[in-house]
């Protein structure tokens, strides 16, 4: 994305010309930005040649998840709605893995019966209701199971899940006690150890903190375990804060783990492959000035990008168009729904604007429109993918018909 003539352009395509033909708020995709993160991805860790397992959850465009799936990666799903999404994406169950705390019979079910790579069990009763239903079915599953490490990802509370009071995986004791429980199993193949400390991570010591608990659990249990997987969280440098992720350091980390464990790592990335992927523009509907600042109110809301009123999240926000003159006044973009928290970035100044004109909210490829809602009755954005000038709407606009 770069100014050229000082309009944003994005690949080859003008960011008002989307606004134009397709309205707003809308999702723009860059193809060429997908295919570089994936590309860095492997790079990053290729002297071990991970299976690399996309999190659904972070983007659920079935059209964008064909094309992840056409760049080699799998996917990681958390419901049985994604798993099917992924199936329809074309993604070979040989390379999807199941997660998540609550798993219905129904889900589980139909896990089996697609023959997935994994299921990801986070509890002794899952394990339970694994076995009775793989027996009901005269087969034998193969699964993993996700160890809390109690390892602080150093993230946001609201996405750190590597702690012993937070609701994922089992702790070190009922680990052990599942080894053992799952060792004459008929139905059951032990096969994975799975880790997730969160979501966002800047800093490689968590993840070193929490190899480091793998390797002395797993040399405690002696159970071979054909896979380590690693879940994702891999954070991404959102608005001006330029702080990068080591992989160096973590690929390292990895490196030294794996002299002593012959197993295939698995990575479930979310946000680092489609992150800076997604742009989100909207128009100004109205601007509302007060003393102290200028409410800039426009057509995109809470519903369409939750990050900001979920997380407090700051999402770098740009001018579609150019122009020289600054106004040195607080700046609110805001909604327009009756929430309070329907805001998104302030800033102490941005370039003079005026209703209708079209703004860019930056790095929303990933967990933008696979949280948006239909709040107020609101209709969700369309999305298209670009490649170079070429523009594929990917998804509708949701009709207002269709909510009715
Ligand atoms: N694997 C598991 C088991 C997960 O729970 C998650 C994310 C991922 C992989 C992918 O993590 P990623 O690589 O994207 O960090 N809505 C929040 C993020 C929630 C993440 C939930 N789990 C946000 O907008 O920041």
Known sequence: MKYINQKLTI??????????KFGTPIYCYSYKKLRENVNAFKKNFKSFSPLICFAVKSNTNVNLIKEIRKLGLGADVVSKGELMLAIKAGI?????????????SSEISYAIDKKILLINAESKSEIIEIERISKSKKKK?????????NTDAKTLSQISTGKKENKFGVDEKIFFEIIDYLKDSKNINLKCLSVHIGSQILDHKPYEKMLKVVDRI???SSHKFEFIDLGGGMGISYGNNNKKLNY?????AIKKFLINHNSKIIFEPGRSIVGNVGSLISKIIYIKESNKKNFIIIDAAMNDLMRPALYGANHKTLPVIKTQQILKKTHEF????????DKFTTLKQFQKLKEK???IMCDVGAYGMSLSSNYNMRPRPAEVLI?????????KRQKLKDLI
Request: hydrophobic share 35%; with cysteine; net charge positive.
């Open 218 to 220: 797993i040399k405690k």
């Open 387 to 395: 490649k170079g000038s070429k523009i594929n709407v990917i998804k």
């Open 141 to 149: 599953v193969d699964i993993g199971i996700r160890l809390n490490p």
């Open 334 to 341: 805001v909604g327009p729904i009756c929430e309070s928290t």
């Open 248 to 252: 160096k350091k973590y690929n390292i």
């Open 92 to 104: 070979n169950p040989k390379k999807i893995v199941f997660s998540g705390v609550g798993k219905t």
């Open 11 to 20: 690949e080859k395509v003008k960011a008002q010309n989307l606004a134009k």
């Open 357 to 359: 004109d079209l703004i």
